[in-house]
């Protein structure tokens, strides 16, 4: 048996949970969650947990098992704290600011680039080189902040651009001067 699969989740007070056929709707204090489980995974409600069950040991159901797991209690974690992304941006004169809802990033190109947050997505501007995604949905808010940092990666000579916080940039040696001189 799945050994992420069998465990059981377990709801913090003020969080519920409602099935209707294969979607699963979690209501917690930050918000709501609907998503679409895999038909075969049979979600049981226990007291103040959850477990999710496989019908057979086919490799589909095995894979499946952990997976649906997973996302539930993502879902669950997302409703109760939330999900943060943290971003840091290295450069000279690059820097972010936020206008209304916006994020604006000045990175080096000829103009700025503005990026408008989906809904249920908010952008915390903690300085002009430190910046944040925050948001009730993991894979919602892993999708925008690889978009912000899309914008301009960090490149290896100088290591410029928009990076994870704690992400470590292999960096590669320059061009190497000509010995000798000129011919």
Same mark, same amino acid.
Request: charged share 25%.
């Given at each position: 048996?799945?050994?992420?699969?069998?465990?059981?989740?377990?709801?913090?007070?003020?969080?519920?949970?409602?099935?209707? +056929?294969?979607?699963? #709707?979690? #209501?917690?204090?930050? +918000?709501?969650?609907?998503?679409?489980?895999?038909?075969?995974?049979?979600?049981? #409600?226990?007291?103040?947990?959850?477990?999710?069950?496989?019908?057979?040991?086919?490799?589909?159901?095995?894979?499946?098992?952990?997976?649906?797991?997973?996302?539930?209690?993502?879902? =669950?974690?997302?409703?109760?704290?939330?999900?943060?992304?943290?971003?840091?941006?290295?450069?000279?004169?690059?820097?972010?600011?936020?206008? +209304?809802?916006?994020?604006?990033?000045?990175?080096?190109?000829?103009?700025?680039?503005?990026?408008?947050?989906?809904?249920?997505?908010?952008?915390?501007?903690?300085?002009?080189?430190?910046?944040?995604?925050?948001?009730?949905?993991?894979?919602?808010?892993?999708?925008?902040?690889?978009?912000?940092?899309?914008?301009?990666?960090?490149?290896?000579?100088?290591?410029?651009?928009?990076?994870?916080?704690?992400? =470590?940039?292999?960096?590669?040696?320059?061009?190497?001067?000509?010995?000798?001189?000129?011919?």
């Amino acid at each position: 048996m799945s050994r992420i699969g069998r465990q059981p989740i377990l709801l913090p007070a003020g969080v519920e949970i409602k099935l209707d +056929g294969p979607v699963i #709707t979690v #209501t917690g204090p930050r +918000g709501t969650l609907t998503r679409s489980i895999p038909a075969a995974m049979t979600v049981e #409600t226990g007291e103040g947990s959850l477990l999710v069950t496989r019908p057979s040991d086919l490799k589909q159901h095995k894979q499946l098992h952990g997976l649906t797991r997973t996302l539930i209690a993502n879902m =669950v974690e997302g409703v109760t704290n939330g999900y943060r992304k943290s971003l840091e941006i290295t450069g000279v004169g690059y820097r972010a600011q936020k206008i +209304g809802d916006k994020l604006q990033l000045n990175l080096g190109y000829s103009h700025p680039v503005e990026i408008v947050p989906p809904d249920g997505i908010s952008f915390v501007v903690e300085s002009p080189i430190k910046l944040a995604v925050l948001g009730i949905d993991k894979e919602l808010v892993g999708q925008v902040a690889a978009r912000v940092r899309a914008t301009r990666k960090p490149e290896p000579y100088k290591g410029k651009g928009v990076r994870y916080s704690g992400e =470590v940039i292999r960096r590669k040696a320059g061009k190497a001067g000509k010995i000798g001189g000129k011919k």
